[in-house]
């Protein structure tokens, strides 16, 4: 199921807005908790005050009953606040459940809390010892006050912050709703000019000036994207034009020789001259069907297997065996320099094919006599084999694109004797060190031209 941008931000919003209000709401529960039972006690402290300060000064049985007139007027009917006078002469005691109140656990500073029965909560109390006076004993004075009106204006404060906080909540998300629509129209646009793209309009590009900066990188991204796939569009259609150049040439030749030899009866010979033709199209028909099969093997990611340890300086020069016979009637000579001791795992084979593409790339670009130059270095974990023929200079422009596909630096196409190759040299060489780990580089520079390809080092295996 496919994620909305929209949904996980209204969702990020009502989560950060009921964190929030849970936080506010908890800290001013909290403050309104606190208060209310500092405001309780501070009653409690007053009325404790009033009422001590009346049985400081009686020390008589006689008058006592003043003081217990006026505990019966502070203390109202319903209960909400109490007295109790604790006393060893049962004269000078007041209060109903004085056996309670004897066994209530009380704080070093006289706070307590009491629950009596018929009530569901404690009443929070304070008391006081006041010292003998006379016939009055020294005696315990406690003011109990019921703590249910401050439980109810608790309850009518939460249920309100509940209530407030999930409105609150929903006008969040409802807001964080409007705002993503209104903040992702730049996107839906982009999306919009996205989707107008065709292969007819490659060349078109996202608008980037009127988005907003998030939106910049990743629109220049995808123009850069649009950019390569134009650029990989176009190869490919030079691609299927040089395919077909490469292909109708040798099948014209063949057609044609064979219209002519049958037009007419011809001898024995003749018709082996045109059947010898017609070979050598054939096996050029083959040469191109098998490496464009070949290419196509590596771009789905084909590596190399049959790999072996093998010294690179003695498989190059097993290639330049190869290619004696050319060299001879060329006139020129290949010598090997570096480090000629440098090993790599190598599959032969592919290793071969590659290095027989550049010396033949090297003999067809070069003047009669030519001197090329092998060279095998060490290079940040790499082995490169370089091949360096004097030549023309080729532009910094042509040199990333000398391993494409039918790339050549003349526009015009190579005619018939030309060249040995067909277009596709380079770019099995570019395959061939993919299927290694390695990479390839092109250099033109004093009249000399190096094309080359590296593979990973051997590795040390232990003894």
């Given amino acids: 199921m496919k994620r909305s941008i929209t949904a996980r931000l209204v ?6 807005a009921l964190l929030t209000f849970a936080l506010i709401g908890a800290a001013l529960y909290t403050v309104l908790d ?16 009033s009422m001590a300060y009346s049985i400081q000064h009686v020390g ?17 009917q319903d209960g909400n606040l109490r007295f109790w006078v604790l006393s060893d002469d049962p004269r000078f005691g007041y209060g109903t459940g004085l056996a309670d109140v004897q066994r209530m656990t009380q704080d070093a500073d006289g706070r307590g809390a009491i629950t009596l029965p018929g009530q569901a909560d404690a009443m929070r109390t304070q008391s ?3 010292e003998p006076l006379d016939e009055r004993p020294g005696v315990r004075l406690i003011i109990g006050g019921d703590s249910t009106p401050y439980r109810h204006t608790r309850e009518a404060f939460l249920t309100a912050l509940l209530a407030l906080s999930l409105a609150a909540v929903l006008a969040v998300a409802w807001a964080g709703y409007w705002i993503t629509r209104v903040g992702l129209k730049p996107l839906e646009r982009l999306s919009a000019e996205a989707l107008a793209l065709r292969p007819k309009t490659l060349s078109q590009r996202l608008e980037v000036a009127a988005l907003p900066v998030e939106l910049t990188a990743l629109t220049e991204a ?11 569009y176009a190869q490919l259609e030079a691609f299927n034009a040089d395919v077909a150049h490469e292909l109708r040439t040798p099948l014209a030749n063949l057609i044609g020789g064979t219209q002519v030899a049958l037009s007419r009866q011809r001898a024995a010979p003749e018709l082996e001259d045109v059947l010898a033709s017609n070979l050598e199209d054939l096996e ?3 040469s191109i069907v098998n490496d464009m099969l070949f290419l196509a093997r590596a771009d789905r990611g084909e ?12 498989e190059v020069r097993k290639t330049i065996e190869f290619f004696e016979f050319v060299l001879d009637e060329s006139g020129s000579q290949v010598r090997i320099e570096g480090d000629l001791a440098l090993e790599a795992r190598l599959e032969t084979a592919l290793f071969r094919r590659a290095m027989s593409n550049l010396l033949q790339n090297a003999i067809d670009h070069s ?97």
Avoid: C
């Avoid at 008589?60 to 109202?76: E, G, K, N």
């Fill in 11 to 16: 969702l990020m919003f009502a989560a950060a």
């Fill in 34 to 49: 606190r208060e209310l039972t500092r405001h309780q006690d501070n009653e409690l402290r007053i009325a404790l005050k």
């Fill in 60 to 76: 008589r049985a006689d008058r006592w009953a003043r003081v217990q007139a006026r505990m019966d007027t502070l203390a109202p």
């Fill in 128 to 130: 006081v010892y006041i």
């Fill in 222 to 232: 995808f123009n850069g994207a649009l950019a390569r796939l134009e650029e990989a």
């Fill in 284 to 286: 050029r028909l083959r």
């Fill in 303 to 314: 590596v190399a297997t049959a790999l072996v340890e093998t010294p690179v300086a003695a």
């Fill in 367 to 463: 003047p009669p006599g030519a001197q090329l130059v092998v060279r095998l270095r060490e290079e940040a974990g790499a082995i490169w084999i370089t091949v360096a023929n004097p030549g023309e200079p080729i532009a910094r422009s042509h040199l990333q694109h000398l391993f494409d596909r039918f790339y050549r630096v003349d526009a015009a196409r190579t005619g018939p004797g030309q060249h040995h190759g067909h277009g596709l040299g380079l770019a099995i060489v570019k395959a061939v060190a993919g299927m290694h780990g390695g990479q390839v580089a092109a250099l033109s520079a004093a009249g000399v031209n190096t094309f080359g390809f590296s593979v990973a080092k051997a590795v040390a295996l232990p003894n």
